[in-house]
């Protein structure tokens, strides 16, 4: 205890001095604000979008155990192959546990979005696993199972692994952007020289 008391008085002498408790508060709440259906039907309104082009309530509903997967045409078999095990780190996560379908519907798309913006190229998102076909978490799965294929920025996907949410979880590739496209063109053309 003599120690202590010498380091700290030592440590004062210095200058230094001890950093103040804050008192946190837990918020579990979402940082992104809810947006009310009649917002989400504006704002589809002046994007020239549509609610069709996501459909909140898949035709059929997957089986709980097993793997979605999906990749367009184009991408090698490598790189599918790489996403399938696990082997790309994911840059970015969306948990959708707990969140309406519509709520899914808007963070998927707006999540993809700026990812492809960020430059991110291979994210994670959680949905949670299912036991029952008619639970929450199968109906997520079924609608992720419709929506990526129709996002033209999502190249692949597939279940993840074990490790990393397995059947309660999609690896997603997302397409590259420009600027990585060009800086992609000038390595290959460096090489090739």
């Not at 490598?78 to 994911?90: A, C, I, P």
């Amino acid at each position: 205890m003599k120690e202590d008391d010498e380091f700290f008085q030592w440590m004062a002498a210095d200058g230094v001095r001890p950093i103040k408790g804050q008192q946190r508060v837990a918020n579990y709440r979402s940082a992104r604000p809810r947006l009310d259906p009649r917002h989400r039907a504006r704002r589809l309104a002046a994007q020239g979008g549509s609610d069709e082009r996501l459909p909140l309530s898949p035709e059929q509903l997957l089986d709980p155990r097993d793997p979605i997967e999906w990749k367009r045409d184009g991408v090698q078999e490598g790189v599918y192959r790489n996403l399938r095990l696990g082997r790309y780190t994911t840059d970015a996560r969306l948990d959708l546990m707990h969140k309406s379908l519509l709520e899914c519907a808007d963070e998927v798309v707006e999540f993809v979005q700026q990812c492809v913006a960020l430059g991110i190229r291979t994210v994670l998102i959680h949905f949670g696993r299912a036991r029952h076909p008619e639970s929450h978490a199968n109906r997520v799965k079924s609608c992720l199972h419709l929506w990526l294929p129709q996002l033209e920025e999502v190249m692949a996907y597939h279940a993840a692994q074990p490790q990393h949410g397995g059947s309660g979880a999609v690896y997603v590739l997302l397409r590259k952007s420009e600027q990585q496209r060009q800086q992609n063109l000038e390595r290959h053309l460096h090489r090739r020289n």
